[in-house]
């Protein structure tokens, strides 16, 4: 199983980028990543997935370099609305588990 | 509407006790699993299904035991409850590459 490392927390305030890193140093060839937002009491939800290079979406981009063992998921212009945990999950269905790493608590500042 | 049920969403059990925990889709989805978060913690994975009749076990699967019987049904049953299982339990099915886990509302279970 590709497991995941994440900052435990980070602050912010409304307005700015905020980049958050995952590493995989083992990844495999098969493994997509994809990054969740929860809040609490609620269960996560999707925000982006990638495989290689930049994905962009409504929400989020997703940086991953050519080895594949990091990626950086970007929120721009982050609001109030934006606090919450956010997980890295590496991974691929098939019959491999999908486990989830410890996540990022984010705190947007007014 | 399109998406992961789970009842209860509530549930108080004494020591001992056994009950499931029920999870039903409605995506079609192939791949469901079960999760488990603490207080403050991430999630850890139970038990998972890469479809019907295929169950395999996660990271915490201790004192639970799942069935697929059907592609749409998942339940989680707890075999004899321990204080030591209460968290907030979560189902999700996973669909076509590129769109994530759908996740149901979560169950929080207490066990006294």
């Known amino acids: 199983l590709a497991k995941t490392t994440q900052p435990i927390s980070m602050d912010s305030y409304e307005g700015q980028e905020v980049n958050i890193t995952c590493s995989h140093n083992?990844?495999?060839?098969?493994?997509?990543i994809t990054w969740y937002q929860q809040f609490p009491s609620q269960g996560p939800r999707f925000i982006i997935q990638g495989y290689k290079t930049k994905v962009t979406n409504e929400v989020a981009s997703l940086f991953i370099p050519a080895d594949r063992k990091s990626s950086t998921l970007s929120l721009p212009r982050v609001s109030l609305s934006d606090t919450a945990v956010y997980y890295c999950?590496?991974?691929?269905?098939?019959?491999?588990?999908?486990?989830f790493g410890s996540g990022t608590r984010l705190q947007v500042q007014p | 509407n399109a998406g992961v049920t789970q009842t209860p969403k509530f549930q108080v059990l004494k020591t001992g006790q056994s009950m499931t925990l029920q999870c039903a889709q409605d995506m079609n989805h192939e791949y469901m699993s079960w999760y488990r978060q603490d207080p403050g913690m991430g999630l850890r994975l139970i038990h998972y299904?890469?479809?019907?009749?295929?169950?395999d076990q996660g990271e915490v699967p201790n004192g639970y035991n799942v069935s697929r019987s059907t592609t749409e049904d998942f339940p989680l049953r707890l075999l004899s409850a321990a204080p030591s299982q209460t968290s907030v339990y979560f189902c999700a099915s996973l669909g076509d590459r590129g769109y994530g886990y759908t996740f149901g509302s979560g169950t929080r279970l207490t066990v006294v």
């Open positions: 083992n990844i495999a060839t098969n493994d997509y």
């Open positions: 299904s890469v479809g019907a009749g295929i169950t």
């Open positions: 999950l590496v991974g691929y269905t098939g019959r491999r588990a999908l486990t």
